[in-house]
T-cell receptor, first 111, second 115 residues
Framework: GQNIDQPTEMTATEGAIVQINCTYQ??????LFWYQQHAGEAPTFLSY????GLEEKGRFSSFLSRSKGYSYLLLKELQMKDSASYLC????????????FGGGTRLMVKP | GAGVSQSPSNKVTEKGKDVELRCDPI?????LYWYRQSLGQGLEFLIY??????PDKSGLPSDRFSAERTGGSVSTLTIQRTQQEDSAVYLC????WGTGGPEQFFGPGTRLTVL
């Protein structure tokens, strides 16, 4: 089966930097996504990595190492509104159309 | 509207009843996904439609669950003889690899409660 692991919860301080890790084992790989989900709301797209390296988008960056089956999401200059769940998802399969999500990491930002 | 819409937003039903959940994807999106999310849990893949191809039903938890997509657009997820463990938020998402980015756009979800 497909296996995606990420920490269940993390806590960080407003203004700080936090790194959320994700490791995966899937049948094939066609890209890795990070989504943000606030409580009671639908997930919203943050980033997509298909090649190794770092993708930067404002305060958020996402890194991928395909050989290690590893990704992280880096959040800088944390704000209270960043308190949410962060979902790692891997696209896999022969046609590259299957998407499996990890259990999500609930991030709590404290003042 | 421009986004994915789902109806109803909330559904309360009695154990043993059938329910139908509806999803209207973004116009032109060829791929449509159904997920289930239990309280505090991650997203569980249910079923995937891509264009006119046969759907991937590998995530459906039992034969009580079925889905169809008419005309390559609107999709309906049907749960027959509902059980209490079916209580969850059912999320629909659509995407278009051909003309847009790789991301999936999610609807607001239908919260199903089985009493």
């Amino acid at each position: 089966g497909q296996n995606i692991d990420q920490p269940t919860e993390m806590t960080a301080t407003e203004g700080a930097i936090v790194q959320i890790n994700c490791t995966y084992q899937t049948s094939g790989f066609n890209g890795l996504f990070w989504y943000q989900q606030h409580a009671g709301e639908a997930p919203t797209f943050l980033s997509y990595n298909v090649l190794d390296g770092l993708e930067e988008k404002g305060r958020f960056s996402s890194f991928l190492s395909r050989s290690k089956g590893y990704s992280y999401l880096l959040l800088k200059e944390l704000q209270m509104k960043d308190s949410a769940s962060y979902l790692c998802a891997v696209k896999w399969g022969n046609a590259g159309n299957m998407l499996t999500f990890g259990g999500g990491t609930r991030l709590m930002v404290k003042p | 509207g421009a986004g994915v819409s789902q109806s109803p937003s909330n559904k309360v039903t009695e154990k043993g009843k059938d329910v139908e959940l509806r999803c209207d994807p973004i116009s032109g999106h060829t791929a449509l996904y159904w997920y289930r999310q239990s309280l505090g849990q991650g997203l569980e893949f249910l079923i995937y439609f891509q264009g006119n191809s046969a759907p991937d039903k590998s995530g459906l938890p039992s034969d009580r669950f079925s889905a169809e997509r008419t005309g390559g657009s609107v999709s309906t997820l049907t749960i027959q003889r509902t059980q209490q463990e079916d209580s969850a938020v059912y999320l629909c998402a659509s995407s278009s690899w051909g003309t847009g980015g790789p991301e999936q756009f999610f609807g607001p979800g239908t919260r199903l409660t089985v009493l």
